[in-house]
């Protein structure tokens, strides 16, 4: 099975940040990577598809790169709506494996 | 507007059996793939279960041979049959609408719903 590995678990930056999280994916899935944001006690929501297809109605301050077996996604100018955990999902296998999160707060 | 709906969830004694609905709207669940996701208090996302339209229901190892996926065309739902429910399986259920073709990705969500295994 695929492993995904996040880093850094959590981060605290200021509004206007520039704010990037890594996903590395155990084997390589071409650009098979999706990028899912989870604010408090909501469900996940889809952010980026296929590594660095923003999502319709997602802000263009979420971008999203890499193939093979690493990825980032970055949050330029960041927003206080953006305070949440954001999960990287592999979708190049039927078992689709998701990283462990990185929280991302608010300074 | 494509929706999905989770219900179900409830507090269940360990080897105990909970039936999960995941009721589709805006589009008809024999022609997409629908999944299900699991989220532990306070832990990540562990994907657990997908019946796809062509390939059938396949299941994550720790659920494999307790869990059941099927599908009634007709109310344009998916079920999740968790039969000898232990105290891991306690999470917050999801599920979600696979695109079914590449890319692949899950969109939308549900709202999710309580599973509590608990004596």
């Known amino acids: 099975d695929i492993q995904m590995t996040q880093s850094p678990s959590s981060l605290s930056a200021f509004v206007g940040d520039r704010v990037t999280i890594t996903c590395r994916a155990s084997q390589y899935i071409s650009h098979s990577l999706n990028w899912y944001q989870q604010r408090p006690g909501k469900a996940p929501k889809l952010l980026i598809y296929a590594a660095s297809t923003l999502q319709g109605g997602v802000p263009s301050r979420f971008t999203g790169s890499g193939s093979g077996t690493d990825f980032t996604l970055t949050i330029s100018d960041l927003q206080p709506e953006d305070s949440a955990v954001y999960y990287c999902?592999?979708?190049?296998?039927?078992?689709?494996?998701f990283g462990q999160g990185t929280k991302v707060e608010i300074k | 507007e494509v929706q999905v709906l989770e219900s179900g969830g409830d507090l269940v004694q360990p080897g105990g059996s909970l039936r999960l609905s995941c009721a589709a709207s805006?589009?008809?669940?024999?022609?997409?793939?629908v999944s299900w996701i699991r989220q532990a208090p306070g832990k990540g996302l562990e994907w657990v279960s997908a019946l796809t339209s062509a390939a059938g229901p396949d299941y994550a190892d720790s659920v494999k041979g307790r869990f059941t996926l099927s599908r009634d065309n007709s109310k344009n739902t998916v079920y999740l049959q968790m039969n000898y429910l232990t105290a891991e399986d306690t999470a917050t259920y999801y599920c979600?609408?696979?695109?079914?073709?590449?890319?692949?990705?899950?969109?939308?969500w549900g709202q999710g719903t309580l599973v509590t295994v608990s004596s």
């Open positions: 999902q592999e979708s190049y296998t039927p078992r689709w494996a």
């Open positions: 805006g589009f008809i669940v024999s022609n997409y793939a």
């Open positions: 979600a609408k696979e695109r079914s073709s590449a890319p692949n990705y899950l969109d939308p």
